[in-house]
C-alpha cells in the first residue's frame, strides 16, 4: 500500500482535473499518522462523504465536457422523444401513428446532421398542452420534446432550451370591418395633406398678386376701385384651376406667370384626381379591434390557441377564465371571429405570431381578417432538453449554423408561406396614402422663382420709365424756356413789317394779291382754321414774304 500521503495526493491530482489515474480515490485509506500540512491551497478530509461525491461530479463533467467528438455518457441509449399531436397548424408539427412530419421536425432532423456524432433517438406521440409535455421531460418521462414549443420564463426554470430556431411574439387577430358605409365624411380633403392644402392656396395668391402688381399699371381690366381690383385679381387666380380665366393679360411677363402656374395646377389636378379615385373605389377596411387593454374593458371573448401558455398569460393581464375560449384550428379561428362576442363567437383572438401569419397566408382569410401590434415579446420556439443537457449546447450551435445559411429558408419556405406585405404585422393600409408637399416642392420652388423674377422685371421696367419721363419733362422744359427768350427779341419787327404791311394795303387787297396757290388750298381764313389744313399765321407770312 503507498504510504498515506501519495494516496492524498492522487485525491488532489482527482480535483484538479487529473482524470487519467486510474486508482479510485474512494480506495485511498490515511493512516493515524497526522497528513502533513500542505503548503499551499487547501486541505482535503479523503474520509468526507461530500468531498468523494463532488470528486465523482466534476470527474463526469469534466468527461463530458471534454468528449466533444463522441456522444457523452448517459446519452449512448435510444433518446426517447416527445412530439406533441396538435389539431391544427400541421405545417408546424404533425403528429401521427403513421408519421410526424413538419417545419419543426425537418428544423431538428437537419440540425442532427450538423452534430459531430450521430445521435439515436425514436418520436413519441404526446396528447396533452404544452405545460404537461415540458413536465413529462423535466420529471424523466422523455429524455427531450421537440415541436412548436415556445420559450418562456416559467418552462426555463425546470428545462433547459436549445436557442430559438424562429422568432416569435403575441399578437391579436382580428376581423376587418368595412369602413366604406360611413355617414358624412370629407373624403375629397384626404388626397392631400394639409401643408399641401395650404400650399396650394397660398400659390393662387401668390400667383394672383403677382399678376395684378405686374398688370395694374397698364391694364384697365385691373383698375378701379380697391374692393375690384382685388376681386379680379382673387377670380382671376382661383380661375386658373378650372383654366377659366377669362380678363386679358397684355403683359408678356404676366403670360410667363400664368403659364408656368397653370402647369403647376395641371399637375396638382391629375395627381389630385388619381388619389380620390383610389380613395372612393377602393374597399377602405379598419381592425375591429385594436388594442388588448380596450377588450379587458369591455365583456367580450376572447380566443387563444388551446394548449399553449397565452391561457396564463391572459389571466395574468385580468381576463376571467370565462371570458377565454381556446381554439385548435384555422377554421375555428375564423369562425369565432365571424360571430363575434354577442353571437357565441370572439372579439379577437390573442396567438403567437408566427400561427396568425400562418393563418393569414391562407388565401380565405387574408382579405376579411388581419394582425394589430404586437401586444407580448417572446424569444421563440426551441426545443426541450432536461436540466444540464450536453446536447443543448451542441444542438444550439447546429440551429445558429441552420437558421445562418441557406438551409433554413428553404425548410420555411417548403412549410410556411409567406403572407402578403400589408398583412404581415396587422394594420393593413388599403387607403391611398395622401400625397404631401415633399412631392410637389420642385414645382412651387420653381413657380416661386420664376414669379418673383417676372415681378422684379416689371418693377425694373416701371422704374426705368419713369426715370426716362422725368428726364424727357426736364429737357423739353429746358428747350421751352430757350425757344420763349427768342420769341421776345424778333416779336417787334415783325410787328412793324405786319404793321406795315397791313397799313399799305386793304384787307381785301391783301387777299386778291395771294398767290393763286395758296387760295386754291385754302379757301378763306374763316374756313380754314376750323379745319386745321392751312394755319392763320402762315397765310400772314406768305404776305409779308410777297412784299
Known amino acids: 500500500m503507498p504510504p498515506p500521503a501519495a494516496a492524498c495526493r492522487g485525491v488532489v491530482r482527482v480535483l484538479g482535473i487529473a482524470v487519467a489515474e486510474e486508482a479510485d480515490p474512494r480506495a485511498c485509506v490515511c493512516s493515524a499518522a497526522p497528513m502533513p500540512k500542505p503548503r499551499w491551497g487547501f486541505q482535503i478530509n479523503p474520509d468526507s462523504r461530500y468531498h468523494r461525491g463532488e470528486t465523482e461530479r466534476m470527474n463526469a463533467t469534466i468527461l463530458a465536457g471534454r468528449n466533444t467528438g463522441t456522444l457523452a455518457r448517459g446519452y449512448s441509449k435510444k433518446l426517447k422523444i416527445a412530439v406533441p399531436q396538435k389539431p391544427g397548424f400541421r405545417a408546424f408539427v404533425n403528429a401521427t401513428d403513421q408519421e410526424i412530419t413538419g417545419y419543426c421536425i425537418d428544423v431538428f432532423e437537419a440540425a442532427l446532421k450538423k452534430l459531430p456524432y450521430d445521435l439515436d433517438y425514436e418520436f413519441n406521440v404526446f396528447i396533452g398542452s404544452y405545460d404537461q409535455l415540458v413536465h413529462n421531460v423535466t420529471s424523466g418521462n422523455f429524455d427531450a420534446a421537440v415541436g412548436d414549443v415556445t420559450i418562456t420564463a416559467d418552462r426555463a426554470v425546470h428545462v433547459d432550451f436549445t436557442m430559438p430556431y424562429t422568432e416569435s411574439g403575441v399578437s391579436l387577430l382580428v376581423l376587418t370591418e368595412n369602413d366604406s358605409e360611413s355617414t358624412i365624411e370629407w373624403v375629397f380633403l384626404k388626397p392631400l395633406t394639409t401643408e399641401l392644402w395650404l400650399a396650394t392656396v397660398g400659390g393662387f395668391l401668390f400667383t394672383g398678386l403677382v399678376v395684378w402688381l405686374i398688370e395694374g399699371p397698364r391694364n384697365q381690366e385691373y383698375q378701379g376701385s380697391s374692393s ?252 421751352g424756356d430757350g425757344e420763349s427768350e427768342g420769341g421776345v427779341a424778333s416779336s417787334p419787327g415783325q410787328n412793324d413789317m405786319g404793321n406795315g404791311s397791313m397799313t399799305a394795303q386793304p384787307h381785301h387787297e391783301a387777299r386778291n394779291d395771294v398767290p393763286q396757290g395758296v387760295h386754291g388750298s385754302s379757301g378763306s381764313v374763316g374756313d380754314d382754321e376750323p379745319n386745321g389744313s392751312v394755319p392763320a399765321h402762315s397765310i400772314q407770312i406768305e404776305m409779308s414774304s410777297t412784299d
Not at 246 to 267: A, D, N, T
Not at 321 to 343: D, F, I, P, T, V
Not at 356 to 383: A, C, H, W
Open 228 to 479: 375690384r381690383q382685388l376681386s379680379t385679381a382673387l377670380y382671376f387666380s382661383f380661375s386658373t384651376l378650372t383654366f377659366s380665366h377669362g380678363q386679358i393679360i397684355r403683359s408678356p411677363l404676366s403670360k410667363v406667370v400664368v403659364v408656368i402656374w397653370c402647369f403647376v395646377v395641371l399637375v396638382l389636378v391629375q395627381s389630385y384626381t388619381a388619389s380620390l379615385s383610389s380613395i372612393l373605389t377602393a374597399k377602405r377596411l379598419r381592425p375591429s379591434v385594436t388594442d388588448l387593454d380596450h377588450l379587458l374593458l369591455t365583456n367580450d371573448y376572447i380566443g387563444y390557441q388551446s394548449g399553449s401558455f397565452l391561457h396564463s398569460v391572459l389571466t395574468n393581464q385580468g381576463f376571467t377564465g370565462k371570458r377565454l375560449k381556446a381554439y385548435g384550428k384555422k377554421e375555428e379561428y375564423a369562425n369565432a371571429l365571424r360571430k363575434g362576442s354577442m353571437n357565441g363567437g370572439v372579439s379577437a383572438i390573442v396567438d403567437e405570431i408566427p400561427y396568425i401569419t400562418s393563418f393569414l397566408s391562407d388565401p380565405r382569410y387574408q382579405k376579411e381578417f388581419q394582425m394589430v401590434k404586437r401586444i407580448y415579446n417572446t424569444p421563440g420556439l426551441g426545443f426541450v432538453f432536461p436540466q444540464d443537457s450536453p446536447l443543448v449546447h451542441n444542438l444550439s450551435v447546429a440551429i445558429l449554423n441552420l437558421t445562418g445559411g441557406g438551409e433554413g429558408a428553404r425548410i420555411e419556405a417548403k412549410w410556411l408561406v409567406t403572407p402578403p406585405p400589408l398583412q404581415s404585422y396587422g394594420i393593413a393600409n388599403t387607403d391611398s396614402a395622401p400625397l404631401t408637399l415633399r412631392s410637389f416642392s420642385g414645382l412651387f420652388i420653381i413657380t416661386v422663382c420664376i414669379s418673383g423674377l417676372m415681378l422684379l422685371i416689371s418693377i425694373a421696367t416701371l422704374v426705368h420709365a419713369k426715370y426716362t419721363k422725368v428726364r424727357d419733362s426736364e429737357m423739353q422744359s429746358a428747350d
